[in-house]
């Protein structure tokens, strides 16, 4: 069974510093997708980035990047140069790339931007 | 936002009655996935579908059951609504070429 687990609750970072949300997963495919999500106060979910675990290399979506460890099953997302719009939840999950394309989450961590 | 749309947004309703949710996509993406949003549980899996009429259970499937008669709608039926069952329920598509999933705005339910 895939598990996800996020073990940060709640962090808070100042305006314009940068911050590491960290998310460790278990999964026995050998070929899936891991993500970040944000969910901001009004509810919609909204995709930050995504990784192929057969790449190497990390993914980066401008002030955002990941920090993907295959081995030790790490995938902490690092928000540089923090906006106030970054306060939300952050989801992390795996999904399946095969047929069968379930997709696991964290539970979450609440994010502060502060001013 | 891969054209899904979630209905009703907000329903209120009363325990034993049946709730149905709809979920309509326009792009006729394969794989379409119910979860519920509740604190401190994040999001779990009900169901989801990898095509016409095959579903399949996620971890959270008691009390619930889904049909898929059309690849544009996904339902979501609760025979018989229980309180437990009170959450933000949120329809999702997967997108096969890049790997994306793409959310609905979700549905308030209120058991009451």
């Known amino acids: 069974a895939q598990t996800v687990t996020q073990s940060q609750p709640e962090m808070s970072v100042q305006e314009a510093e940068t911050v590491t949300l960290s998310c460790t997963y278990d999964?026995?495919?050998?070929?899936?997708?891991l993500f970040w999500y944000k969910q901001p106060p009004s509810r919609q979910m909204i995709l930050v980035i995504r990784q192929e675990a057969y790449k190497q290399q990390n993914a980066t979506e401008n002030r955002f990047s990941v920090n993907f460890q295959k081995a030790a099953k790490s995938f902490s997302l690092k928000i540089s140069d923090s906006q106030l719009g970054d306060t939300a939840m952050y989801f992390c999950g795996v999904e399946n790339a095969g047929n069968n394309r379930k997709l696991i989450w964290g539970l979450g961590t609440s994010l502060a931007v502060n001013p | 936002d891969a054209g899904i749309t979630q209905s009703p947004r907000h329903k209120v309703t009363e325990t034993g009655t049946p709730v149905t949710l709809r979920c309509h996509q326009t792009e006729n993406h394969r794989y379409m996935y119910w979860y519920r949003q509740d604190p401190g549980h994040g999001l779990r899996l009900i169901h989801y579908?990898?095509?016409?009429?095959?579903?399949d259970k996620g971890e959270v499937s008691d009390g619930y059951s889904v049909s898929r008669s059309k690849t544009e709608d996904f339902l979501l039926t609760l025979e018989s609504a229980t309180s437990s069952q009170t959450s933000v329920y949120f329809c999702a598509i997967s997108e096969i070429r890049s790997g994306k999933l793409f959310f609905g705005s979700g549905t308030q339910l209120s058991v009451l």
């Open positions: 579908s990898y095509g016409v009429k095959d579903t």
């Open positions: 999964t026995s495919e050998n070929n899936y997708y």
